[in-house]
């Protein structure tokens, strides 16, 4: 079993930054992609931003320029650095893992539970 936690949300004023945290945990023979993901209120999960074993990254357009993905291999984290917080990016942020248990699996997304991100004077 596999179990991705994120920390590090909470209340910013616009301007602000946070950084996100998820680290995965359980059986885990291997990582490939691992990415953050999105969802406010009343809309569609978007993609926020995605980062490769090795170390590729791609980012919404809305976030290009303000958010940096990052990760250690080591620890199985990924991290999510929000510089420049603005109301829009108030949403629940949600981190995800494409991974295998074994060298005889296949390779499956794992989601983390979600943390909120409110950005608000």
């Known amino acids: 079993q596999v179990q991705l936690v994120e920390s590090g949300g909470g209340l910013v004023q616009p301007g602000g930054s946070l950084r996100l945290s998820c680290a995965a945990s359980?059986?885990?023979?291997?990582?490939?992609?691992m990415g953050w993901y999105r969802q406010a209120p009343g809309k569609q999960r978007e993609l926020v931003a995605t980062?490769?074993?090795?170390?590729?990254?791609d980012y919404a357009d809305s976030v290009k320029g303000r958010f940096t993905i990052s990760r250690d291999n080591a620890k199985n984290t990924v991290y999510l650095q929000m510089n420049s917080l603005k109301p829009e990016d108030t949403a629940v942020y949600y981190c995800?893992?494409?991974?295998?248990?074994?060298?005889?699996?296949?390779?499956?997304?794992?989601w983390g539970q979600g943390t909120q991100v409110t950005v608000s004077s």
């Open positions: 980062i490769t074993s090795g170390g590729s990254t």
């Open positions: 359980g059986i885990i023979f291997s990582i490939y992609g």
């Open positions: 995800n893992a494409d991974l295998k248990s074994s060298n005889w699996d296949t390779y499956h997304r794992s």
